[in-house]
């Protein structure tokens, strides 16, 4: 039978209620003739409260940090065994209630399904899968369970991957399956050419192709994570992004096909904001020594430019749970001209020809607020502005260069 991977996230999993849900989906999948496996985040908000109950625990005894330094962090190898406690409460769950439906099912952890990563904590990489047991379950006729988000360091360490990691999870077993298609569920529709909740008029985009699928998650769109639209870039996996409970076919249902076969033009762009970032900058004789501290701190850069006298760059802090240890280990570095500002964020226009001048220079004029920076690429312009602009600036970027006008209007707007 064709193997198909469904990947449904935590509000999918929220609770029992919905969990049963999912559970009558995976069973309808089933028995429509297919071999299923299903991979799964932690339930709601439990990996928020499992990172705060860590840095709880962080705490001195006396609940005070001596000084005024920023308060210690937990371990980023003690976060990884805690974190990914989460994805195995919904994995089980999941399995028995598939059990309850008369199917025969089978839970995994990362690392009993083969996923090998590299060795760092709290942000792995996926470096290979060995998915053996899974697929003598399959074989067996049981649905398998995976927990998403988590694998096994080759030094047999536990490690997550990052913020939206269980997509990257079912991608990759996707991918190594030779399964026909990789399901990613959640609790809205598809790709949209903005966030719905900043700006009203965003567009549904029922296809969208690898190339600007991976731009828009890099730049922050949160339906599909950056690492598994590279996977399924690099395998060639049709990755379709529904909203949990929708059917395929059904009237009224939409859905986002990202592939290889769509072709790009200027009605798939779309505007993107990320929020929470760090502006770091220093002076270019501390740029080895700036890398030196991020490659130790892991400390992972968006864009970065060295000029003759600087180097600028701009850090996402969702995927750095350590930061306030982060930032004193910069400032304790003694880099040459070093600022570090929080409170920035960043504005991207993602699709075909957003490179040119003509649209750098559009987008730009219409700009209330003066970016701090801007990057230009040939899918994308991105600029870094305070998280106050943001809204606003991505709503006028929509509305004059997004995807309801046509090429000719979005260069004269």
């Not at 297919?34 to 709601?44: E, I, L, R, Y």
């Not at 096994?152 to 990759?172: F, H, N, Q, W």
């Not at 050419?193 to 600007?212: C, F, G, K, N």
Request: charged letters at 25%; glycine letters at 8%.
């Amino acid at each position: 039978m064709p193997i198909v991977v469904q990947k449904y996230g935590g509000s999918s999993v929220a609770d029992i209620g919905k969990l049963r849900s999912v559970a009558d989906q995976v069973a309808r999948t089933r028995a429509a003739g297919n071999d299923v496996v299903v991979v799964v985040s932690a339930m709601g908000k439990t990996t928020d409260n499992l990172l705060g109950l860590a840095r709880e625990a962080a705490l001195p005894p006396d609940a005070s940090v001596a000084g005024g330094s920023a308060p210690p962090e937990p371990a980023k190898r003690e976060l990884d065994m805690l974190l990914s406690t989460g994805e195995r409460v919904s994995m089980s769950l999941l399995s028995i209630a598939i059990h309850a439906r008369g199917l025969d099912a089978v839970s995994f952890t990362g690392s009993q399904s083969g996923i090998i990563t590299n060795d760092r904590h709290f942000d792995a990489r996926i470096i290979e899968v060995r998915p053996h047991r899974i697929e003598d379950e399959l074989a067996r006729g049981r649905i398998v369970i995976v927990a998403g988000y988590q694998g096994m360091s080759y030094k047999r360490e536990i490690t997550t991957l990052g913020r939206g990691g269980s997509d990257t999870t079912a991608v990759a077993l996707a991918a190594a399956l030779g399964a026909e298609r990789c399901e990613i569920y959640s609790d809205v529709d598809g790709v949209y050419s903005a966030d719905p909740r900043i700006v009203p008029d965003a567009r549904h985009l029922p296809e969208l192709d690898y190339e600007t699928m991976q731009e828009m998650a890099e730049c922050g769109a949160k339906v599909l994570n950056a690492q598994a639209v590279e996977w399924a870039r690099r395998h060639k996996v049709a990755i379709i992004a529904r909203k949990t409970g929708d059917v395929a076919g059904r009237p009224g249902v939409r859905e986002t096909v990202v592939s290889n076969e769509t072709s790009a033009d200027g009605s798939r762009r779309a505007v993107v904001v990320q929020k929470n970032l760090a502006l770091v900058c220093a002076e270019r004789s501390a740029a080895a020594r700036l890398a030196a501290v991020a490659e130790r701190m892991s400390l992972p850069f968006g864009d970065l430019t060295l000029g003759p006298r600087e180097l600028v760059a701009w850090t996402p802090l969702l995927n750095v749970p350590n930061w306030g240890e982060v930032r004193a280990e910069l400032e304790a570095a003694s880099l040459n001209g070093l600022s570090v500002r929080e409170g920035h964020g960043l504005l991207s226009l993602v699709g075909v020809e957003v490179g040119l001048p003509s649209v750098v220079g559009a987008a730009l004029a219409c700009l209330d607020a003066t970016p701090e920076l801007v990057f230009s690429h040939p899918l994308r312009l991105s600029c870094v502005l305070p998280d106050a602009a943001l809204d606003a600036a991505a709503r006028v970027w929509h509305e004059r260069l997004g995807p309801c006008a046509g090429a000719a209007d979005r260069l004269t707007a």
